[in-house]
């Protein structure tokens, strides 16, 4: 069994949604975990955790799209998360290799998504491009001013440093398609030096999917590419790794159950 942390399946069409997530079953990922960009996408988010037992989500701005409308506040994040089904907030975090959004809009939206996961008792999903100094200090200075919150730090394809000091904060870090790519030997040496409680995986779907599908669409079943990817690097059995990743993923995203235990919920 897999879970697939972190894709985005209402960027699929609607009359294509149903055949990806059999795809994903057939693959053995039990659940996924669909990811907020935008507000105004919250509801479709929403409406993919009602439709699919096996679906759950999140709600929050992705750093590319926060200079777009102006940012929420903390309490209407924490309301849009009231539904059952929404296991945590964003994505949020710091891009600075795009630049699609101006820096401190950016980092005020961050803090705002913190605020709004510490609110909630919901972990915070963390996206992390070319900003490793700024992520750092923001989770520092929000966890020293306000107190501890849950965190991943999703698709990781940043640098030693923020890893290990997100860990000593108590912080996850899931692995995408990037683990199986050619270049990617750093990111492998983290993936196997971490703590293996604090190890998930994920597609990013549609985007990133691994080797052997480089170039192609990702969808949410190639996880289990990654995963036989990740369990190389470490040294485990694929049975070892499906039941450390679950297990890690589940204890983030406490609010999530596996299917069976859902229905009997």
Not at 23 to 43: H, K, N, P, W, Y
Not at 166 to 178: D, E, L
Not at 214 to 220: I, S, T
């Amino acid at each position: 069994m897999l879970i697939d942390s972190h894709c985005h399946l209402d960027y699929f069409r609607d009359d294509e949604v149903e055949a990806v997530v059999g795809r994903a079953a057939s693959a053995g990922v039990a659940v996924l975990v669909t990811i907020g960009t935008r507000i105004a996408q919250a509801d479709s988010v929403k409406r993919l955790c009602e439709r699919f037992a096996n679906v759950w989500g999140s709600v929050g701005i992705h750093p590319h799209h926060a200079g777009e409308a102006p940012l929420p506040e903390v309490a209407e994040l924490v309301a849009l998360a009231r539904h059952p089904k929404i296991v945590g907030i964003g994505e949020s975090g710091l891009d600075y290799f795009y630049n699609k959004s101006p820096h401190d809009i950016q980092q005020e939206g961050f803090r705002r998504h913190i605020r709004a996961a510490r609110a909630a008792a919901l972990p915070l999903v963390i996206h992390a491009r070319q900003a490793d100094g700024d992520i750092l200090k923001i989770l520092q200075e929000e966890w020293s001013d306000g107190g501890e919150f849950r965190f991943l730090l999703h698709c990781f394809s940043s640098g030693r440093a923020l890893a290990e000091a997100a860990v000593a904060m108590g912080g996850f870090v899931s692995f995408s398609g990037i683990l199986t790519f050619p270049k990617s030997d750093d990111i492998r040496a983290i993936a196997r030096d971490l703590p293996a409680d604090r190890l998930l995986v994920e597609t990013d779907a549609p985007y990133l999917a691994p080797v052997p599908f480089r170039g192609k669409r990702c969808e949410p079943a190639m996880v289990a590419h990654t995963a036989e990817w990740l369990a190389r690097v470490r040294g485990w059995t694929v049975a070892e790794t499906q039941r450390v990743t679950t297990a890690n993923c589940l204890k983030l995203f406490d609010r999530l159950r596996l299917p069976g235990a859902a229905a009997a919920a």
